[in-house]
């Protein structure tokens, strides 16, 4: 039970119909930080999967038809739900994600507020008259919920990019299958117990969980179902193009939100300070496993020198160990991905890298990597072409706009970029050049619910959040009333 003070939190089967379903065949969920297993969870198959998909389509008419405002007062009920469990679900995703407890509750705080903002977004969905091309007639533009959507999430969020994608469905009127990632799926089932007690009608909201081996099994009966109108998909560019190619048989509406590989530039003209806790902030948050992780650090020679000096203090202040240690950085979520960190870093070192600063695991163990920063990094490391996703800054100086410019855009990624610069009309140039779906200036923080995320290139395409962030979840139906003489 792991000590939550409210065990039916701790759910291990599958969500489908508003029932749990047992499997006999089952994967474990492991402690990424000690590789011990936390729970074991239903394996499910193409069978179950279709059922959850059943119990969606059953449950779409009624709930597409409901009033805004009623869909609204339920999603507050979870959003509230959330912030009432916020200690069990900070603790199921530390456990399973290996996140900070800060950190985790900060995301479920987050993933609470993607519930409110589209819970206020649903009252607004609206549509226009446009006027007549023929006499008497009146066009009506107005938009209906896509109809039963299945959702496709990552582990490094476990709660945030759940409730990222079920907001914006419920707001609009659509009924969902969720396939968690086989790393996290216990904070997925709390908040579907969360949805249960809270009132959603049964089928509204389904969950299939599955293994690393189910996970094709699944997402092919989500893709190839006629009755599936939507993935929405969150995880690696390589599955990411998969999932739109099983798609395109069925003509179904994607949304993509692939990997990206960050650039953060630091110009001479920067406030350092800021600059620092910016790079701090964008480069170690989830130990550097998310998608707009800064990834390649560009600082201009003018002030490599002490920028360097500055962001090497604030890293050895950065301390590693298990969710509940208060430390800043937990494990990396499982051995694929502290071998290929591990793997950046050689090659990084081999190629001619320098190693300005290593911290210390604190004997963690292997599953931790200790922040490091590596200098003279260059566009043909594998730290350069690929996310590193883990606390490894990669450096490397520039001399000109032009040249900083191209170099940020020499990826087949366009998620999120950064800069520092207290020029404005730098700010401007820089920001319209960059070929990325999101810019921080001055600043590395740039999730919230009220903006638009999403990238360009192969980073994918949709917008998750904002007012934008239901366009996604509606098809635009236009009616033609033409007056008929009587
Ligand atoms: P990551 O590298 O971040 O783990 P993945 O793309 O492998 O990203 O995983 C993101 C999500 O996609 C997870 O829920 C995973 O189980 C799921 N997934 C992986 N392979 C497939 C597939 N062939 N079809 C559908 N979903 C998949």
Not at 279 to 308: D, L, W
Request: proline share 4%; net charge negative.
């Amino acid at each position: 039970m792991q000590h939550l003070s409210d065990p039916d939190l701790w759910r291990t089967d599958a969500y489908i119909n508003g029932e749990w379903v047992s499997t006999s065949a089952r994967f474990d969920v492991l402690d990424p930080a000690d590789r011990t297993v936390l729970a074991s969870v239903a394996e499910c198959d193409a069978t179950l999967t279709n059922d959850a998909i059943a119990a969606a389509d059953r449950a779409f008419s009624a709930w597409a038809a409901r009033r805004a405002a009623d869909r609204a007062q339920l999603m507050r009920a979870l959003a509230d739900a959330l912030l009432a469990s916020e200690d069990d679900l900070a603790r199921l995703i530390g456990l399973e994600n290996g996140k900070p407890l800060a950190e985790a509750v900060g995301e479920v705080r987050y993933a609470a507020g993607f519930l409110t903002w589209f819970a206020e977004q649903a009252r607004r969905v609206d549509g226009s008259v446009i006027e007549s091309p023929w006499e008497r007639t009146t066009i009506l533009a107005t938009r209906e919920p896509v109809g039963v959507a299945a959702l496709i999430t990552p582990w490094n969020f476990p709660a945030a990019m759940f409730t990222r994608k079920l907001g914006p469905a419920l707001a609009t009127g659509c009924t969902v299958v969720l396939k968690p990632a086989e790393q996290t799926p216990l904070t997925a089932l709390a908040i579907a117990a969360l949805a249960h007690r809270v009132g959603f009608p049964a089928g509204v909201i389904n969950v299939v969980t599955g293994s690393a081996d189910a996970a094709p099994v699944i997402g092919e009966a989500l893709t190839s179902s006629r009755t599936v109108r939507k993935v929405s998909f969150t995880g690696s560019t390589a599955v990411g193009k998969l999932i739109a190619a099983q798609c395109a048989s069925t003509v179904k509406r994607v949304s993509l939100e692939l990997g990206g590989n960050a650039p953060l530039i630091v110009f001479d003209d920067a406030d350092l300070d800021t600059a620092v806790a910016g790079t701090i902030a964008a480069k170690f948050r989830n130990a550097g496993q998310t998608c707009v992780a800064a990834n390649r650090v560009f600082v201009q020679s003018g002030i490599a020198e002490e920028y360097t000096k500055r962001l090497t203090a604030a890293v050895a202040e950065l301390t590693v160990g298990r969710f509940d240690s208060g430390s800043a950085i937990g494990p990396m979520i499982d051995d694929d991905a502290t071998a290929k960190v591990r793997r950046h870093i050689s090659d990084a070192i081999a190629n001619g890298a320098t190693v300005v600063s290593e911290g210390s695991t604190n004997e963690a163990g292997d599953q931790f990597v200790a922040p490091i920063i590596l200098a003279n990094t260059t566009a043909s490391m594998q730290c350069h072409q690929e996310e590193t996703f883990g606390p490894v800054v990669s450096l490397t100086t520039f001399d000109t706009v032009d040249e900083v410019v191209e170099a940020a855009n020499d990826t087949d990624s366009g998620l999120a970029a950064y800069f520092f610069t207290n020029d404005l009309g730098r700010s401007h140039d820089v920001s319209k050049r960059l070929q990325f779906g999101i810019v921080g200036v001055n600043t590395g923080v740039i999730s919230a619910p009220e903006v638009p995320f999403g990238g360009m290139k192969e980073s994918g395409y949709g917008r998750e959040g904002s007012a934008y962030g239901t366009d996604d979840w509606t098809e635009i139906k236009y009616t033609a009333l033409a007056h008929v003489a009587p």
